[in-house]
């Protein structure tokens, strides 16, 4: 059966020394997945990683918003991602542009893109300026999008009214959101607008459970977002694209259906997200 991971990491230094050893057991798994950008090195490498194998491994590339307003804030880049500063705060559409004519057909989606307001600047002045910018390089790759036709891979951490309130003002747009944490309300304006929501090992975290009964399977997909957000049976280990397991048989439960049937049609749903 089928299951692709909407959501990896494989292309940040917390894989540096195993990456093709863990890709190569995923697919062993018959496990696809998605490896996602953060910035332009880490888009870069994830394309590089999937322009290694035929078939199975896919990428997309683009600037998430604490890079994209790092200016306001000091934060320091997190060692499982990369050894690179936290020092990208332009979006430069014509390096991302070029990524893309680089390798097409390995890269299926701009992301993850979007808000996140969880860390923010202390005066009210600094924190509406830090999120002008966040919108501003947001619709830049929005617009990326729509030149390439590419779904968006959707970040948002504690923004999501404004998040909604922008994508309500643009057409045509499809993707999931990623690691939604958000409330059934939300979930279903995200579902409205023509999104699918993402699902990981943070639903062993959070109560997510009226989300996860309220949300169709045919408006859901999967991911692991690893190295992080490891399934509670697996706690304390590095996440990895099999641990995906795990997070599908929580939702087969909650929802009283069968892990197959659930594999199934979320596997479907991604296949066509992605046109993978």
Same mark, same amino acid.
């Given at each position: 059966?089928?299951?692709?991971?909407?959501?990896?990491?494989?292309?940040? $230094?917390?894989?540096?020394?195993?990456?093709?050893?863990?890709?190569?057991?995923?697919?062993?798994?018959?496990?696809?997945?998605? %490896?996602?950008?953060?910035?332009?090195?880490?888009?870069? !490498?994830?394309?590089?990683?999937?322009?290694?194998?035929?078939?199975?491994? #896919?990428? +997309?590339?683009?600037?998430?918003?604490?890079?994209? +307003?790092?200016?306001?804030?000091?934060?320091?880049?997190?060692?499982?991602?990369?050894?690179?500063?936290?020092?990208?705060?332009?979006? %430069?559409?014509? !390096? #991302?542009?070029?990524?893309?004519?680089?390798?097409?057909?390995?890269?299926?989606?701009?992301?993850?893109?979007?808000?996140?307001? #969880?860390?923010?600047?202390?005066?009210?002045? !600094?924190?509406?300026?830090?999120?002008?910018?966040?919108?501003?390089?947001?619709?830049?790759?929005?617009?990326? +999008?729509?030149?390439?036709?590419?779904?968006?891979?959707?970040?948002?951490?504690?923004?999501? *009214? *404004?998040?909604?309130?922008?994508?309500?003002?643009?057409?045509?747009?499809?993707?999931?959101?990623?690691?939604?944490?958000?409330?059934?309300?939300?979930?279903?304006?995200?579902?409205?607008?023509?999104?699918?929501?993402?699902?990981?090992?943070?639903?062993?975290?959070?109560?997510?459970?009226?989300?996860? !009964?309220?949300? /169709?399977?045919?408006?859901?997909?999967?991911?692991? *977002?690893?190295?992080?957000?490891?399934?509670?049976?697996?706690?304390?280990? $590095?996440?990895?694209?099999?641990?995906?397991?795990?997070?599908?048989?929580?939702?087969?439960?909650?929802?009283?259906? /069968?892990?197959?049937?659930?594999?199934?049609?979320?596997?479907?749903? +991604? $296949?066509?997200?992605? $046109?993978?």
């Amino acid at each position: 059966m089928k299951i692709i991971d909407t959501h990896s990491h494989l292309n940040f $230094r917390a894989f540096k020394e195993d990456s093709d050893e863990v890709i190569k057991r995923t697919l062993a798994e018959d496990i696809w997945m998605i %490896n996602v950008g953060t910035k332009y090195e880490t888009s870069l !490498k994830a394309v590089e990683i999937a322009k290694q194998y035929e078939g199975g491994v #896919y990428s +997309a590339v683009g600037l998430h918003p604490m890079y994209a +307003a790092a200016e306001f804030v000091k934060l320091k880049t997190d060692p499982d991602e990369g050894e690179f500063l936290i020092k990208e705060q332009e979006f %430069n559409k014509e !390096k #991302y542009r070029n990524l893309i004519l680089s390798g097409k057909e390995k890269i299926v989606a701009i992301g993850e893109i979007g808000l996140d307001y #969880y860390y923010k600047p202390k005066t009210s002045a !600094k924190l509406q300026q830090f999120k002008e910018k966040q919108k501003k390089i947001f619709l830049e790759q929005v617009e990326l +999008a729509k030149e390439f036709n590419l779904p968006l891979v959707l970040h948002c951490r504690v923004a999501h *009214d *404004d998040l909604i309130e922008i994508l309500s003002k643009e057409t045509g747009l499809k993707g999931v959101v990623h690691c939604f944490t958000g409330t059934v309300e939300q979930a279903q304006k995200y579902i409205k607008m023509g999104f699918l929501i993402g699902i990981n090992g943070i639903i062993f975290k959070l109560d997510l459970d009226d989300v996860i !009964k309220n949300v /169709s399977l045919e408006k859901m997909v999967f991911e692991t *977002d690893c190295p992080y957000l490891t399934p509670s049976p697996e706690s304390g280990k $590095r996440n990895e694209p099999i641990f995906i397991k795990y997070t599908i048989h929580k939702v087969a439960e909650l929802k009283g259906i /069968s892990f197959d049937e659930v594999c199934e049609k979320t596997t479907e749903n +991604a $296949r066509n997200l992605f $046109r993978i």
